[in-house]
């Protein structure tokens, strides 16, 4: 199975990574739109420039899309599944549904496959909300996100007149997550749900009570949450806040019987060291199951909710039924 | 759509319930090996010998069947597929890829559908671990079951002489599941992994010493755990163990990374205050899968890893994109 990245941040490094585990396949380039030469990948795959990709066009199996969801994607998946099967990862929730329509106009015209916002959430997470959902229909689901770096957090931090850096963590409350588990089916406010703590490094002789106060204020981002502000110095970002570690879990409660006595507890909960890297994981086993499916003549834009897991592995399914079942 | 039961114990009074809370359909029957007038459901639905079943060959879309995996199943389920799309929770693990052969050949044959072993373990928890296993190919699958009856080791136990009854607990060992859950990927013994409480109501004058004994001496049912046997009165066994709780956790741990620096842990949990209904609302919602198949022309035998999960859902796949992905 021959799998291209096109763009090489967190993400399509993530990809080049998870690849050289899968026997299965094998990374033929990297596709950037910087100078090729300023790449240097670990694996020593090929850097070619993104309008290279027409030489490419029956050499590739599954391109897999790591740009950005708010300009990259709107425009690049639907115009590469003209000429790729393709894969991103675009995570807007709310613009998916127009996302999907392009995709699935450009895939189904050229017969290629393509397989939007793959990854954890939306991805995993979704997947899961979907089946227990469709267990218990009378149930209720409840994500938390983290403990865990929003990158989008922090940067809205980076923007305040003298903040050097920082780093935003999500944080899921535990009396919420343990109210949650217990089945009691608690309302939950945005406040009662997560909190979220800041680390910034100020410019010297910054206001740090306007920085903390235009924080706390910031609509959106922080003014609906118990936020905290903490004032560290960049040697201390640099030593103790450079992973991008993220997580959380669905949680999802319903009640079976005449009397809806019984109540079951789901949960599907990840823990992760590197966002970016689990995120990559998820998006080259989904390339494996949309080559399948392209293979058996499946066309036009898919999600994660319409991939069988039997397509997701490299085993056959009569070793899955014999060793997983 | 049309669904009936064929048996009626615990696990076909779940789906009697479960399909009650499913609008997109409907209970046409129960079929029993019983005398029909003996069983009252609670739903009003008519109950009808099982040798009836003749007479519904193209009245049913699905035909659930709640038999044992021991004996009814593996001839119940071939037997079956040749005249309905029936679906089955055949749960011996070791004896699946035979009994897949034997229902994919009735099925496939007379053009129906047939899934087999769904309900969480095997079922949801299988499902857990092929996707754990697709996004982290060098992880490592724990599965812990309980707190919960083991129904087969209660019957052991009370197969003992001067046993009157019992019920039989199998809990996760909790360092056990710290040491899994730090991503630590330790090698388990079975011992380390679960204990075995049992609670035992003896007859009066039984030789105590002797059935605790015989108890923790059991070769494959207790020999290999640490046992611990209570003895109660029947009075105490009612009030406290009538219940038939279960659940468990499949937690995957594996690693990213061009050194593997990055651990993710990857967790299914399960807390259920009713084994059997809990595996009823799995087997509904599955129904309602191989339905939508069948219906699309999909004939043989499928299990939980060929079935997309939109087929679970009572919902439009655009809906699932706007309001669960």
């Known amino acids: 199975m021959k799998i291209a990245v096109y763009g090489y941040g967190n993400l399509g490094r993530g990809v080049e990574c998870a690849v050289q ?5 094998e990374l033929i380039g990297i596709f950037t739109r910087r100078a090729p030469e300023s790449i240097k990948p670990r694996s020593g795959v090929p850097v070619y420039k993104n309008d290279e990709l027409v030489n490419f066009k029956d050499k590739i199996d599954v391109l897999i899309l790591c740009g950005g969801s708010a300009t990259d994607l709107p425009e690049m998946t639907p115009a590469l599944a003209k ?3 393709v894969l991103d990862s675009f995570d807007t ?13 450009a895939a189904a015209s050229s ?3 393509a397989l939007i916002s793959a990854g ?53 409350v535990p009396e919420a997550l343990d109210a949650v588990r217990s089945g009691s089916n608690p309302a939950l406010t945005t406040r009662d749900k997560h909190t979220r703590e800041c680390y910034v490094v100020a410019e010297e002789g910054a206001d740090l009570v306007r920085i903390e106060r235009e ?4 609509p959106n981002y922080f003014a609906d949450y118990n936020t905290s502000v903490t004032f560290i110095t960049m040697e201390e970002l640099k030593r103790d806040h450079m992973g991008i570690p993220h997580g959380g879990a669905v949680i999802t409660t319903g009640r079976t019987g005449w009397e809806n006595e019984n109540t079951h507890v789901i949960e599907y909960k990840l823990k992760l060291d590197s966002n970016p890297e689990f995120t990559s994981s998820v998006l080259v086993a989904f390339a494996r199951a949309i080559d ?3 293979k058996r003549g499946v066309t036009g834009c898919k ?17 899955l039924r014999a060793h997983m079942l």
Chains 1, 2 share one sequence.
Not at 93 to 105: C, T
Not at 215 to 218: A, L, P, Q, R, V
Not at 303 to 319: G, I, N, Q, R, Y
């Open 215 to 218: 924080i706390k204020e910031m």
């Open 120 to 172: 954890w959430d939306p991805g995993m997470f979704s997947i899961n909300r979907l089946y227990a959902s469709a267990i218990l229909p009378n149930g209720k689901d409840y994500t938390f996100w983290g403990r865990g770096v929003s990158q989008g957090h922090s940067d809205a931090i980076r923007r305040i007149k003298g903040v050097v850096d920082a780093r935003q963590y999500t944080v899921p």
């Open 93 to 105: 929730h709310a613009a998916i549904p127009g996302h999907f329509a392009r995709v699935d106009e």
């Open 21 to 25: 585990k899968s026997p299965d396949m």
């Open 292 to 294: 399948k499916m392209h």
């Open 83 to 85: 000429d790729f099967n």
């Open 303 to 319: 999600t994660v909710f319409d991939v069988a897991p039997v397509d997701l592995s490299p085993l056959s399914p009569e070793e």
């Open 111 to 113: 017969g290629h496959i």
